[in-house]
């Protein structure tokens, strides 16, 4: 499905999802849903609302589904909402009918059906340009991003702790990714996850995600390094406490279509202003390469080497999420000449020159 739209700026009001995508979380428990944010399963909730009116039929019953709402049977709602059970499933419901993101109706008791309307649906999706049937697994849906806000605040209210589940996370982070934005470095040559009171910066620290939501660091750290394995971002990491950028995979295939152009990867430290720009070089065959299988060293392999570090990502093509090519970013670190201290070379012996044992230089 190609789409004009090029742009996802830090000021639009909502968030576009492929369905298949989001999809695939209530079909796979590789991640849990266990928080007390419950943001994964207000958003699975607007994914089956309709955009106009439909006929449902249950046998020999035919009921009516207006725009915003969704007819379905009680022992769906569990694989909807990620819960282990049917009560799990009405405690959900009541919640978010209580804090006034939708109201509810039993059509039929006896086989289980009902109807829920989602609320200020005209508000935040009847000017859309979408006349159609919502149908299950294909197509886009919305989310609104001042509904999650009043979530996180619902919950506040409730007396809870804030905490994200798995799933609220990973739905986190796709909220919160920018395109073009020339407000937002970087966010011209790839989608970042970037957070409103960041300055421009789209650099995450696990301490901040950690704060946003209700985790350890160390829980942080396990969950980014899970969702990268996975497939579902790609991760650029800086030296210090600059922090890492976060790259949603196929955001811009899943948001423009599949015909939208490819991804135009830079030097992301530069890009990103926090490096100094390498000369350009005049003669390849003075280039060493060095691939490094672990985290590489500090120092540098040479004296007065400047370090740059290629990082290659690539995921298992059986992946879902996995791109049709690898990701290779270019980063920098600590541009310049490094002074190396004395004693620390740990490499093989040197060769000494002809007079080298007697002082000599020749």
Partial sequence: M????????????????????????????????????????????????????????????????????????????????????????MVRMEYFKGAGFLDYEILDEELGIIRYTIADWQRHCVHLEYNYYSYKGSGFFFFPLPVGRSL????????????????????????????????????????????????????????YLAKRWGWSKSRVGRFILKIEESGIISRVSFSS?????????????????????????????????????????SDPS??????????????????GAKALRIQVFQVPGSSFFARPVPLIFYSSLDWGTLEVEAGTYRGPPRNKRKGDENGGSK
Avoid at 250 to 264: A, P, T, V, Y
Avoid at 286 to 303: A, H, I, N, Y
């Fill in 2 to 89: 190609a789409c004009t739209q090029h742009k996802q700026l830090v000021c639009f009001p909502k968030s576009r999802i492929q369905k298949k995508w989001f999809r695939y979380f209530n079909d796979h428990k590789d991640f849990h849903n266990e928080g007390t944010l419950h943001l994964f399963s207000l958003m699975a909730l607007f994914s089956y609302a309709n955009f106009r009116s439909n006929n449902r039929r249950f046998g020999n019953q035919e009921f009516m589904e207006s725009p915003g709402q969704w007819i379905c049977k009680w022992s769906a709602l569990p694989r909807i909402l990620r819960v282990h059970s049917k009560e799990q499933a």
């Fill in 286 to 303: 003075t280039l060493e390469l060095s691939v490094q299988t672990r985290v590489p060293s500090g120092k540098p392999v040479r004296e």
């Fill in 152 to 207: 996180i605040k619902s919950c506040r209210e409730s007396g809870e702790k804030v905490v994200f589940s798995e799933l609220d996370a990973i739905m986190d982070l796709w909220l919160h990714t920018i395109l073009n934005d020339p407000a937002v470095a970087g966010s011209e040559y790839m989608p970042v996850v970037y957070y409103a009171n960041m300055k421009g910066m789209p650099l995450l620290s696990y301490s």
């Fill in 241 to 281: 406490s600059r922090g890492s950028v976060l790259s949603p995979c196929l955001f811009r295939e899943m948001i423009f279509g599949e015909d939208c152009e490819q991804l135009q990867l830079q030097k992301i430290g530069e890009i990103l202003g926090i490096a100094q720009v390498v000369e350009p070089v």
